[in-house]
């Protein structure tokens, strides 16, 4: 198995520019999400999704969107990418999506690491 | 809101010694509570957790951590530190049924 898998690793945009960072997972995981981290604050929760068909807002969702049309993919979309967004991305998952549950730890994706001049 | 607070920046310690990374919270309820590590350039990876039960939690790696209700804490032990040990290590805490909240992050730092 992959586990999850995140593309690209790194991309640099310009100011205003659109892109997609892919997130895929091959253990059927019900739970999806994206994490950003940044230097002193940790990893902020930007959308995350219990199933296909269903998303939800974390706590930094402005900016982005996402859909989930299958079990396995989860994109997350920079519609106008800005200086802010540079950041690291993590795509993480979950068999469960109770996280305090016996099948609920997280699986992380390796991060995609995006500039935005 | 749920909350973890990780007052260390960094931890220095000498291999072969214990080591503990501190973690704090706050919660309206029960708490649920994660600790994970993250080496270099990868994602996260699951340590362990405190669900219900023993205060003592036994996880991955020969870690363990403490509950204490009344000092509301998570702290992470080790008994004796490994230099492949450092890397960031990071709290969190279940502040929905599916979202979690994480510390900023400690960086440990184990010398030969």
């Not at chain 1, 200086?83 to 992380?108: E, G, I």
């Not at chain 2, 205060?55 to 790696?61: A, E, F, I, P, T």
Request: proline share 5%.
């Amino acid at each position: 198995n992959a586990g999850v898998t995140q593309t690209p690793k790194f991309q640099v945009l310009k100011t205003g520019q659109s892109m997609t960072l892919q997130c895929a997972q091959d253990m059927n995981h019900e739970y999806m999400s994206w994490y950003r981290q940044d230097p002193g604050m940790g990893l902020r929760l930007i959308h995350y999704s219990v199933g296909a068909g269903i998303t939800d807002q974390g706590e930094v969702p402005n900016g982005y969107n996402v859909s989930r049309s299958t079990t396995e993919d989860f994109p997350l979309r920079l519609l106008s990418a800005a200086p802010s967004q540079t950041s690291v991305y993590f795509c993480a998952s979950s068999y469960s999506a109770d996280l305090k549950s016996n099948n609920s730890p997280l699986h992380f994706g390796n991060g995609t690491r995006l500039t935005v001049t | 809101a749920q909350s973890v607070a990780q007052p260390e920046d960094q931890v220095n310690v000498a291999e072969g010694n214990p080591l503990t990374v501190k973690c704090t919270y706050s919660v309206s309820g029960n708490p649920y509570l994660f600790w994970y590590v993250q080496y270099p350039n990868r994602g996260l990876q699951f340590l362990l957790k405190y669900i219900t039960g023993d205060n003592l939690v036994k996880g991955s790696y020969g870690f363990e951590a403490e509950f204490n209700k009344s000092q509301t804490s998570f702290h992470l032990k080790k008994p004796s530190a490994l230099v492949s040990d450092s890397a960031l290590y990071f709290c969190a805490v279940r502040s929905g049924y599916s979202t979690l909240t994480f510390g900023k992050g400690t960086m440990l730092l184990v010398s030969p």
